[in-house]
């Protein structure tokens, strides 16, 4: 399988200009949600994924995890639901779970929902299948302290034989993974390609 990143994670413009997401600096905030009309203009091509769902063969999408480490999203992001502005639990959020030669590989967006649930929750689906990737954004840009290696050496601890992070992983993060994980985690940027 061979995986290419097309997102500049860093450009300027932003896509879809959205009515539900927000994202908060003090007293400012930046849309970053899909419009609604963009999702209407979609039509039948749009999924509402609530339980897993293959896809292709082999290919799952994989609803939001739980937050079974007790972690609690971050007041920066924001959504308005029936006019009211709330923290945004993403629960829209989906992993793409890769079943090949008796391995997982897992591809997540910025896993907002915390990379240990993710991966945690992606490996009770498919017992005993070992991990071969975990790649994508790990949303480690917020976290401090405890926190940071916390979550790093809860990946560690999955045991995952490559690991490819991008954008929201952010470079504490990175230097995290790197102190925590046995072998280098692979830093993803806009044109790289990585064979699984």
């Given at each position: 399988?061979?995986?290419?990143?097309?997102?500049?994670?860093?450009?300027?413009?932003?896509?879809?200009?959205?009515?539900?997401?927000?994202?908060?600096?003090?007293?400012?905030?930046?849309?970053?949600?899909?419009?609604?009309a963009a999702l209407a203009a979609a039509g039948s091509r749009?999924?509402?994924?609530?339980?897993?769902?293959?896809?292709?063969?082999?290919?799952?999408?994989?609803?939001?995890?739980?937050?079974?480490?007790g972690s609690t999203a971050s007041e920066r992001y924001r959504?308005?639901?029936a006019g009211v502005e709330l923290r945004d639990e993403f629960?829209?959020?989906?992993?793409?779970?890769?079943?090949?030669?008796?391995?997982?590989?897992?591809?997540?967006?910025?896993?907002?929902?915390?990379?240990?649930?993710?991966?945690?929750?992606?490996?009770?689906?498919?017992?005993?299948?070992?991990?071969?990737?975990?790649?994508?954004?790990?949303?480690?840009?917020?976290?401090?302290?405890?926190?940071?290696?916390?979550?790093?050496?809860?990946?560690?601890?999955?045991?995952?034989?490559?690991?490819?992070?991008?954008?929201?992983?952010?470079?504490?993060?990175?230097?995290?993974?790197?102190?925590?994980?046995?072998?280098?985690?692979?830093?993803?940027?806009?044109?790289?390609?990585?064979?699984?």
């Open positions: 399988m061979l995986v290419t990143a097309l997102v500049d994670d860093y450009s300027p413009q932003r896509g879809f200009r959205g009515e539900h997401g927000l994202s908060r600096s003090g007293e400012n905030t930046r849309e970053i949600g899909l419009h609604p749009a999924l509402v994924v609530k339980d897993l769902r293959e896809i292709a063969s082999g290919a799952w999408l994989a609803p939001a995890a739980a937050r079974k480490d959504r308005i639901r629960e829209e959020e989906l992993s793409l779970l890769v079943v090949e030669g008796g391995a997982l590989s897992i591809f997540t967006g910025c896993a907002h929902r915390g990379i240990g649930n993710i991966v945690a929750d992606a490996l009770s689906r498919f017992p005993g299948l070992r991990l071969n990737a975990v790649i994508g954004g790990f949303h480690l840009v917020d976290a401090r302290g405890e926190d940071l290696e916390r979550a790093s050496s809860d990946l560690a601890g999955r045991r995952p034989e490559r690991v490819f992070c991008s954008h929201c992983t952010g470079m504490p993060g990175y230097a995290a993974l790197l102190r925590a994980l046995p072998t280098e985690p692979r830093w993803l940027h806009c044109g790289a390609a990585v064979e699984l």
